[in-house]
């Protein structure tokens, strides 16, 4: 199982959000450089950033995103990439992935085109509150429901799909690994797990789930709740 750090990006700092509510942001670090340059010594196969500006409708932090997409650690960039100048832009940065939300819920026919246009580029994202897929920052409620959005990604060549427990995200609880497991069944694409990990046995029950590939971790890193090299240790 993958191991993906997270760094999330506002107003140029690294921070963490509780439940995506920008009220209550912790900030960890004036520049992510050197936060994602402290991953790419430890070994990390990738990173997973986002652009919470952007995410926000605020202007996007692109020269902020170039200069970590120079330190050469592939990132999977998140945050804002809502039509295809965005997405274009993201892969031609140097960043190695496209995580993309909204146009996920909104048009995943539009999706589906652009991700067989773009093998193995996208990652689509599905944030999930109370069974409901969030969109526009978690703001929004979506049209369609998780099941068929699954459905409809299912064959898609993507490398993964990201799901969020929104109501964990950031809050250190423990992550839904049934959320997870579900959303790699029906979609048919290995789950990236996101939301709530908060101990080294929460990545040990994920690595247990064949349909997970991936778990991603914030704040438990930022706070000490484990090592990031006793985490990879466990996750390879």
């Given at each position: 199982?993958?191991?993906?750090?997270?760094?999330?990006?506002?107003?140029?700092?690294?921070?963490?959000?509780?439940q995506g509510?920008?009220?209550?942001?912790?900030?960890?670090?004036?520049d992510?450089?050197?936060?994602?340059?402290?991953?790419?010594?430890?070994?990390?196969?990738?990173?997973?950033?986002?652009?919470?500006?952007?995410a926000l409708g605020?202007?996007?932090?692109r020269?902020?995103?170039?200069?970590?997409?120079?330190?050469?650690?592939?990132l999977?960039?998140?945050?804002?990439?809502?039509?295809?100048?965005?997405?274009?832009?993201?892969?031609?940065?140097?960043?190695?992935?496209?995580?993309?939300?909204?146009?996920?819920?909104?048009?995943?026919?539009?999706?589906?085109?652009?991700?067989?246009?773009l093998?193995?580029?996208?990652?689509?994202?599905?944030d999930?509150a109370?069974?409901e897929?969030?969109?526009?920052?978690?703001?929004?409620?979506?049209?369609?429901?998780?099941?068929d959005?699954c459905?409809h990604?299912?064959?898609?060549?993507?490398?993964?799909?990201?799901?969020?427990?929104?109501?964990r995200?950031?809050?250190?609880?423990g992550?839904?690994?049934?959320?997870?497991r579900?959303?790699?069944i029906?979609?048919g694409?290995?789950?990236l797990?996101?939301?709530?990990v908060?101990?080294l046995s929460?990545?040990?029950?994920?690595?247990?789930?064949?349909?997970?590939?991936?778990?991603?971790?914030?704040?438990?890193?930022?706070?000490?709740?484990?090592?990031?090299?006793?985490?990879?240790?466990?996750?390879?």
């Open positions: 199982m993958e191991l993906i750090p997270a760094i999330d990006l506002r107003h140029g700092r690294a921070v963490r959000l509780r509510d920008d009220a209550r942001a912790t900030i960890y670090g004036d992510p450089v050197a936060v994602l340059e402290s991953y790419a010594r430890a070994g990390v196969s990738r990173v997973h950033v986002v652009d919470l500006d952007a605020e202007a996007p932090q020269e902020l995103i170039e200069r970590m997409a120079a330190v050469g650690t592939p999977q960039l998140g945050g804002g990439l809502r039509g295809r100048e965005a997405i274009d832009w993201a892969l031609g940065a140097g960043c190695d992935r496209a995580v993309i939300g909204s146009l996920v819920a909104r048009d995943v026919e539009t999706f589906r085109k652009l991700a067989e246009e093998p193995g580029r996208l990652v689509p994202a599905l999930v109370n069974g897929v969030r969109i526009a920052g978690w703001k929004e409620g979506a049209a369609r429901n998780l099941g959005l459905g990604l299912m064959g898609a060549p993507c490398p993964a799909v990201l799901v969020t427990d929104v109501e995200d950031g809050m250190m609880t992550p839904n690994l049934e959320l997870a579900r959303v790699g029906t979609s694409i290995p789950a797990l996101s939301g709530g908060h101990a929460d990545l040990e029950a994920a690595r247990q789930i064949p349909e997970i590939g991936g778990a991603i971790v914030g704040r438990a890193l930022y706070e000490g709740a484990f090592t990031l090299e006793e985490a990879l240790a466990l996750c390879d």
